[in-house]
């Protein structure tokens, strides 16, 4: 295997990493939005990652044209953004009010969103097992 191809094998396994500890925090967002649908006041939460993750990538490949900065307080027009630092953040959703009893849980959309990031774990998993089997492969 090519070191290139060893660099990408190494991101693969580090994107999926950060994603799958994400999807876990997601689907731990979704128990407890469906775990407190009856709770009066309770407000929903959801997990970003891949926005974040897709910025961080379009960042690093950057081509476009460069300010030209020559004093500290001169803004960039891209500042770079490793994809190993970006984290999942917790949104709480505040904007939205479901019933009276201010509880803004949509029963519906939490199995839908558990459904989609079931799948997403899913195939992520297969990914990474792809991966390891192109690995061993090589190594043999």
Avoid: C
């Avoid at 500890?21 to 939460?45: E, M, Y």
């Avoid at 519906?108 to 990474?128: G, I, R, Y």
């Amino acid at each position: 295997m090519e070191l290139n191809n060893l660099g990408y094998s190494y991101r693969v396994m580090g994107m999926s990493k950060n994603y799958l500890n994400a999807l876990q925090q997601r689907l731990d967002v979704i128990a407890d939005n469906i775990a407190n649908d009856d709770t009066p006041g309770f407000k929903r939460s959801e997990i970003t990652f891949e926005a974040q993750l897709k910025r961080a990538i379009e960042r690093e490949n950057y081509e476009g044209f460069q300010a030209k900065v020559t004093d500290s307080r001169h803004i960039p027009f891209s500042i770079p953004l490793d994809w190993q630092t970006v984290q999942p953040k917790r949104i709480l959703d505040y904007a939205t009010t479901m019933r009276n009893d201010g509880n803004n849980v949509d029963i519906d959309k939490e199995q839908t969103d558990l459904a989609k990031t079931n799948l997403t774990f899913q195939s992520v998993m297969d990914l990474l097992k792809q991966n390891y089997n192109l690995m061993n492969l090589v190594l043999k």
